[in-house]
């Protein structure tokens, strides 16, 4: 079934993948973990973030997140 697609702003590039319409399978070929606080990664025209005292928990303890292997 075909999917109708409207107005798309692309602003920048900087990897992932970018689909329009019908998608049966997408599969990520990367992993990465990035840790941002309040209104860090906040994207868009006009942004107004109104943030007070803000801390980002860094701790991981586990030691795989996303497993990538048998993904090529």
Known sequence: M???VGPVQINSVG???????DAFYI????????????GAFNTGNFIN???GLS???TIDPDANDQQIVANE
């Open 49 to 51: 973030a109104n943030n």
């Open 27 to 38: 599969s990520p070929k990367a992993a990465g973990k990035t840790h941002g606080g309040s």
């Open 2 to 4: 075909p999917a109708i």
């Open 15 to 21: 990897g992932g993948s970018l689909k329009f319409g």
């Open 55 to 57: 801390a980002t928990n």
